[in-house]
């Protein structure tokens, strides 16, 4: 019985040691194609990787135009919103010079005659209005060349005209869109001069200013800003002012 035991063990060894041997070898053969694959699956998450990075960033590019476009219909829109405003409240105030104008004419009738010197004829006050809307029509429609040329024409057919300084503060607005520069900053110039206390000539300085540096007249630039500085320090425009005067 012993020795059939140890024939039977002796004849099972080799087998046993033929299938125990292998497995080291398949333990190899397992963990190379687990480390492929997962090698193949960094290489794939990193291609993915960068693509998202191309599109994050292609993203960013549009965006930042979207913005700076939205920007530029931004200030359009506010043009337009301060053209409105102004041509409003100068519709209120021909409406009352008119009635005051009017109150004047009837009082002289009133009066009995004096003999007085010669007068040169007062411009037509509905012929007025009606230069200043065709022009103020003009710049509302875009035509800021037409609209430009129109309110150089009432400034020089009306100059004691009410409404003098709106058709100096927006012919010089008509001129800056139509890149013409040095007229505007011309314009912007007489209005801040001759009305330094409407509520628009720090605006017009500000403006002045701009134009000139599209001149290239960076002295005459430099100088406009140091005058906002100083005789508008409260103001937006002058605030802006100073900082541009520190920077450079």
């Not at 290489?43 to 920007?71: M, P, W, Y």
């Not at 009837?106 to 009066?111: G, I, M, S, W």
């Amino acid at each position: 019985m012993r020795r059939a035991l140890v024939s039977f063990a002796a004849a099972l060894l080799p087998v046993l040691l033929a299938t125990a041997l292998p497995v080291p070898a398949r333990a190899g053969m397992f963990d190379d194609d687990e480390a492929r694959t997962r090698i193949e699956q960094l290489r794939a998450e990193v291609t993915d990787l960068g693509k998202r990075a191309d599109t994050t960033s292609r993203n960013q590019i549009d965006f930042a135009n979207q913005v700076e476009a939205i920007k530029t219909d931004i200030a359009k829109l506010r043009g337009q919103i301060e053209v409105l405003t102004y041509g409003l409240d100068a519709a209120q105030k021909r409406q009352k010079d008119f009635y005051v104008d009017l109150d004047n004419r009837v009082r002289k009738l009133e009066q009995p005659p004096a003999e007085t010197k010669a007068e040169a004829p007062k411009p037509d006050p509905a012929l007025e209005t009606r230069d200043y809307e065709a022009a103020l029509a003009g710049l509302k429609a875009s035509k800021f060349k037409e609209a430009a040329i129109s309110f150089l024409a009432f400034i020089k057919t009306y100059p004691n005209s009410s409404l003098a300084a709106s058709a100096h503060y927006w012919g010089a607005y008509a001129h800056a869109q139509a890149r013409d520069h040095a007229a505007a900053a011309e314009l912007f110039g007489k209005f801040a001069a001759n009305w330094p206390n409407d509520e628009r000539a720090p605006g017009a300085l500000e403006s002045r200013v701009a134009s000139l540096e599209a001149s290239k007249d960076l002295k005459a630039a430099r100088a406009t800003l140091e005058q906002l500085a100083e005789k508008y320090p409260n103001s937006e425009a002058g605030k802006k002012a100073k900082l541009r005067l520190k920077k450079k």
